[in-house]
């Protein structure tokens, strides 16, 4: 089953102040560590969509296929992303500002998919859902309509669509961080031991 990635890297992370995605956690950038963390051998196509020359910098060094424009709506990232997805049976949609979530998790969530390909799958941790989130390909024009502030979780309920949650290893992979504040919490909780 060939499953892409479209990697959510485009927000203008007001109310961080700066480029949160480029903030350093533990001696690299935040989204660094998200882009290191991803499962590769089990992804068929990866694409960032992002609005910052920096940013696509960071990507492009990693290997990631990039998509960059002016920046806008969230709806307008999903739509960006899907047009890189022709081909796919299910597409993957990873948020570029959550450091902890693991490789693991994310197989777990892409086996799951493999069981229940018609249905979209969540990440979650106890019954609190998050990202991210694997569509099903009959989904993709529902995505690719979006408008707005829009995500794709707006898609799954026009459409009707079964969602199944699969576990976490632990909470923390569902953060994010939002402010510095935030992001000096996360890493003094769960980065300073290992520092």
């Given at each position: 089953m060939n499953i892409g990635c479209v990697i959510m890297a485009a927000g203008r992370a007001r109310r961080f102040g700066a480029n949160k995605l480029l903030a350093d956690l533990a001696g690299k950038p935040l989204l660094a560590h998200v882009l290191d963390s991803l499962p590769r051998e089990h992804l068929a196509r990866i694409v960032a969509v992002v609005s910052d020359e920096d940013v696509a910098a960071l990507c492009a060094g990693r290997g990631v296929t990039v998509v960059q424009?002016?920046?806008g709506a969230q709806s307008e990232t999903v739509r960006r992303g899907m047009e890189q997805m022709e081909?796919?049976?299910?597409?993957?949609?990873?948020?570029?500002?959550?450091?902890?979530?693991?490789?693991?998790?994310?197989?777990?969530l892409l086996d799951a998919f493999c069981g229940a390909p018609g249905d979209v799958h969540r990440l979650s941790f106890g019954d609190i859902a998050g990202s991210p989130v694997v569509f099903p390909a009959r989904l993709f024009g529902a995505l690719g309509a979006l408008t707005g502030e829009q995500g794709g979780m707006a898609a799954a309920r026009q459409t009707g669509a079964q969602v199944r949650l699969t576990q976490a290893d632990f909470a923390g992979e569902l953060l994010d961080a939002d402010t510095p504040e935030a992001l000096s919490e996360l890493e003094k909780k769960f980065f300073e031991k290992s520092l």
């Open positions: 424009y002016g920046g081909g796919m049976d299910g597409c993957l949609f990873v948020q570029g500002d959550q450091p902890l979530c693991t490789g693991r998790s994310m197989v777990r």
